[in-house]
């Protein structure tokens, strides 16, 4: 349970029992608050009020009580007011430290509706999260629609060329302004009583101005559509947090800054280009399911079976176009033999939950190699443009899936890139884009395409046999089987890593499980600026 307001009572004295009623008026979903005073409630001297709240106690004195007035300290009234405090009626914070362990994690943090409030809170409210590209808004006026922790925005490049985040409401009745998912304007126009802003969110003109109280204002900061505080961008790639304060963007990229280096690095003209719309796609589970999975080299052999024994029985001539092969040469590198996945791919782990799984192709049709004429003129235009040495550390860098947590993971080596949005504990969507690499040739974008169709596409074998999975994960959580999952694969075997971070011996370890929940745990305990960056060794 949330707190949406913050009521003043810095000259107020409220009677226990009103106040009782104030705090769960406050409440998105009013339950059953953990309020000892049993005496005010029925009459018993002498039982002290105790609020407990996520991340402290409030406790008021038998005469207070007594009295029938309450008068909150300062102190008391910042922590339990502040716009960034979460408060439960079931949960201590030694109730939510208890449910991560080194090596296993209770299965309540994927099935709890009341956790998944406080996630969207303490890690989608206060981490940075990516949001779009920098060429989604080209020019000024251009713009698309967003959701972070499950609040409509709208990110817009302004007149001045500065990236602008606004919360996507009408500060006049609150409705929705923008509606489409990406555009052109000049203005945005609120469709219900004609409220319209500048494109930095500021009131610019209000129908039948006359009518509103000689106070009223249009200059008035109060009057516009709110700015998200905080906005970056890396090499294109744009990234905010709903915090006004928290750990730097920096910090919160670290070493895996690196990833995204990588794939802007591939492109000849040193630039990407996101292009060939979007592919979205529903599943009934919870939104750690995901990123989990991305990096877990141990599950393809089972989960792609089907589709395994299906690319293996065909020739590789069957297709000519390109799309085919790709397909086929997909699924088969999915049934390597586990000593291939234990000992060839890699896994790594930084802080702030980020980690990125090695390559695991080594099909040159797959994987473009110098025999491909389509990567021999790619090749060649790196050259031309970086240099040979250049080209050669580009091209030797080989990373498969770098997850940024909690929200986003991206290919450099077919340029796709995946955002995860949290619908509900068992709902989540998940929106996969393509990249263009400018200066490279435009059959490189096709064969992006083609991949994305494998792996991302409605129709594709691979990514239903995962949504099957989380599924079947939901609905088996759902049971009263074991409850705790062990996520320990690894844990007396990791090695520390030269860029500040851990790596699996093995690459089926599940230490970038390990290295998400160490962040899971920094977040939800309010702490994103050290806590989130801790590891366990």
């Known amino acids: 349970m949330l707190v949406r307001s913050k009521p003043d ?25 953990r309020i000892g005073a049993a005496g005010c409630a029925r009459g018993a001297a002498g039982a002290p ?40 009626a079931n949960y201590s914070p030694e109730d939510l430290a208890r449910m991560v362990e080194p090596a296993r994690v209770h299965r309540r943090i994927y099935t709890d509706p009341e956790i998944f409030e406080l996630e969207m809170s303490r890690i989608f409210g206060t981490a940075w999260v990516y949001v779009g590209h920098e060429s989604q808004i080209k020019k000024p006026g251009d713009y698309f629609t967003a959701r972070v922790a499950r609040k409509p925005l709208v990110i817009v490049r302004a007149k001045d060329g500065s990236i602008q985040a606004l919360h996507n409401q009408c500060a006049h009745r609150g409705a929705m302004v923008v509606a489409n998912d990406t555009g052109c304007t000049d203005e945005f126009q609120c469709c219900y009583h004609g409220w319209t802003y500048h494109l930095d969110g500021r009131l610019k003109a209000v129908p039948l101005n006359n009518g509103y109280p ?17 906005v970056q961008s890396y090499r294109g790639f744009i990234f905010l947090s709903l915090a006004s304060e928290g750990q730097s963007f920096e910090d919160f990229l670290g070493y895996m800054k690196t990833s995204l280096d990588d794939m802007v690095d591939r492109a000849p003209d040193g630039e990407l280009e996101i292009a060939g719309g979007v592919f979205k796609h529903t599943y009934d589970g919870n939104w750690k399911l995901y990123l989990e999975n991305l990096c877990d080299a141990a599950h393809p052999w089972y989960t792609h079976r089907s589709s395994i024994a299906a690319a293996q029985q ?3 001539d069957v297709f000519s176009d390109g799309t085919g092969e790709i397909a086929i040469r997909q699924m088969r590198q999915n049934g390597a033999p586990y000593s291939f996945w234990e000992n060839q791919v890699g896994i790594w782990t930084y802080a702030n939950g980020h980690s990125y799984l090695g390559d695991y192709h080594d099909d040159s049709k797959l994987v473009a190699a110098l025999n491909d004429p389509t990567f021999r003129e790619y090749h060649s235009a790196m050259e031309t443009k970086k240099g040979k040495a250049e080209t050669q550390r580009i091209m030797e860098v080989r990373r498969w899936n770098s997850n940024f947590y909690p929200n986003m993971s991206m290919m450099s080596q077919f340029q796709q890139l995946r955002v995860i949005h949290p619908i509900s504990v ?4 998940v929106h996969t884009y393509c990249f263009k690499l400018k200066g490279a040739p435009d059959q490189m974008f096709r064969n992006t395409v083609s991949f994305a169709n494998v792996v991302n596409g409605t129709g594709s074998l691979v990514l239903t046999d995962d949504l099957e999975i989380y599924n079947r994960i939901a609905l088996g959580l759902s049971s009263e089987g074991a409850e705790w999952l062990e996520i320990g694969r690894g844990f007396t075997s990791d090695e520390p890593d030269p860029h ?14 390990r290295n998400m929940f160490d962040a899971w745990r920094g977040y939800m305990f309010g702490d994103s600026g050290s806590g989130a960056k801790k590891q366990v060794a």
Do not use: C, H
């Not at 009677?15 to 009013?30: E, G, K, N, Q, V």
């Not at 068992?426 to 969507?429: D, E, G, I, L």
């Open 500 to 513: 500040g971070g851990r790596k699996g011996k093995n690459s089926t370890s599940e230490v970038y499980i």
């Open 314 to 316: 065909q020739k590789d």
């Open 214 to 230: 000689e106070d009223f204002d249009t200059k008035n900061p109060k009057t516009a559509m709110v700015r998200v505080p905080r």
């Open 426 to 429: 068992n709902k989540t969507v």
């Open 49 to 88: 009020l105790r609020l407990t709240i996520l991340s402290g106690i409030v406790s008021l004195s038998p005469a207070t009580v007594r009295r029938g007035r309450v008068a909150l300290p300062a102190a008391a009234r910042a922590l339990i007011w502040s716009s960034r405090m979460s408060m439960t």
């Open 9 to 33: 009572f810095r000259n107020t004295a409220m009677p226990p029992r009103r106040m009782a009623s104030r705090l769960a008026s406050d409440f998105t979903r009013p339950r059953r608050l």
